[in-house]
Structure formats: C-alpha cells, structure tokens
Nanobody
C-alpha cells in the first residue's frame, strides 16, 4: 500500500522560501503522476502544482506560477515543492498526493478527484 509522508513546513516571513518534501513507501512512484495540494482554513482544497509520471509535464495554478517549482526524484521515491517569494495567502496545510494509475505518462491533473493516495499534510504559515 502506498503511503506518503510530507515534511518541510513551518513559519516563514513574506518573501521567504521553503522546500517541502514528500517521501513514499510501500510502492515505487515511477508510474504515478504526483501533485501538491493545499487547504487554507475555511477554504476548499486547491491543486497547486502537479507533475506527470514521465516528469515532462507540470501544471501550476496561476497564483503560484513563477514562484513554486515541483520536482521528482524516482530514485529517492520522492517529490518536492520549492516555494519561493512566499506570500501570506500561501498559508495553508500542504498535501502531496499520487494520481490514479492508468493516466497518460505525459499528463497530470489539478483536480483532487484524480488522486487516490494522500499524505497527512504539512503546515505552512507565511507571516511577519
């Protein structure tokens, strides 16, 4: 069974950076598209960025374009989220998730309904 564990969250000042990590166990991630989602208090879970299983395709929500970078390291069974120039509105619990199998290796989805396995989340707070 696939298990995902996030780390790297914390408190950071506006304009700062954080790098989130997500390590998988139980299953290798090679065949999975992967995504990062976030949920702020009182808001719905939002797809932030995803990467296809091939690594060739990434998709970002407009609010993080140019600031957030997703990467994957299949040898380490991990996916990462580099977050730069953080803003208070980035404050949320961040989750990594594995996309359903069977999708094209060159496609990833921003909809949570396409993801079947989720981590427990890591809190990111952007505040001065």
């Amino acid at each position: 069974q696939l298990q995902l564990v996030e780390s790297g969250g914390g408190l950071v000042q506006p304009g700062g950076s954080l790098r989130l990590s997500c390590v998988a166990s139980g299953v290798t991630l090679d065949s999975y598209g992967l995504g990062w989602f976030r949920q702020a208090p009182g808001k719905e879970r939002e797809g932030v960025v995803c990467i296809s299983s091939s690594g060739d395709t990434t998709t970002h929500v407009d609010s993080v374009k140019g600031r957030f970078i997703i990467s994957r390291d299949n040898a380490k069974n991990s996916v990462y989220l580099q977050m730069n120039n953080l803003k208070p509105e980035d404050t949320a619990v961040y989750y990594c998730a594995a996309q359903r199998l069977g999708a094209s290796p060159y496609v990833c989805y921003s909809s949570a309904s396409e993801y079947y396995d989720w981590g427990q989340g890591t809190q990111v707070i952007v505040s001065s």
